[in-house]
């Protein structure tokens, strides 16, 4: 929105162009006269200050480049808690997952920083050494499927994990979360359990290349451990 822009803009004229100095001018947009800026800017100061705490936020809160260091570390999680995500939307009724138009602002900038985030996993794996084997988890991998440029973030990484010595791990709560062909096609191994509603068994039989339907293997899908 308009606060995210006039902040960035202000920060890109500033000597220093740190995170630190974009959270200044947000702060200084807190005082505002107009309500609405001022609220919005609150919002988004909320959610730079709690993202300040977590190790991950090293990446951009640092004037130090020498500190940016995470290929150091044999293991980086990036904890999304506290994201105002969307709801999420049954991506085989709706055909196109979640929509920007419908999300709240406080959604959106939750959305860019989720996908961020996993941006940089995707930037990691690729320029790790070649000899190397990485592995790339997404937890509730629908979050990023269900907004476009996420799904384009995963394929990215589902595709060219052979080749470049990166293993994929995408778990999430239903098969068409992932209903995406350059996924299911590249996906080695498919781990289900239990499931009950007939629509999301559809979406695992299709993970695992069954084309068998009918009402005793939906039986055995709900008998499955959970």
Known sequence: GYVIAKAVE????????????????????TLDL???????AKRCLKIIEQYEKDPMARVIFTENE?????????????????????KRVKKGKEGEGIKMENMKDSEKISVGIMYLVA???????MN??????????????WMLT?????????QDIVKLGRSMNIVPLLATQEGTDVDS???QNNAGV????RMNDKEEIDGALSLLRITEKGEGIYQRFRELES
């Open 66 to 86: 020498d500190e940016l260091a995470l290929s150091d570390y044999p293991l980086v999680v990036a904890s999304l808690k506290g994201l105002s995500l969307p």
């Open 128 to 141: 790790k050494p070649s000899n190397q084997v990485g592995m790339f988890v997404a937890d509730e991998a």
């Open 119 to 125: 941006a940089l996993g995707r930037e990691m794996m």
């Open 34 to 40: 107009d309500d609405d800026v001022a609220r919005e």
């Open 10 to 29: 202000e920060t890109m004229l500033s000597e220093k162009k740190t995170m630190f100095v974009f959270k200044e001018k947000m702060k200084q947009m």
């Open 181 to 183: 062909p350059d996924i």
């Open 190 to 193: 498919v781990f289900v359990f």
């Open 146 to 154: 269900q907004i476009k440029q996420g799904e384009d973030l995963i």
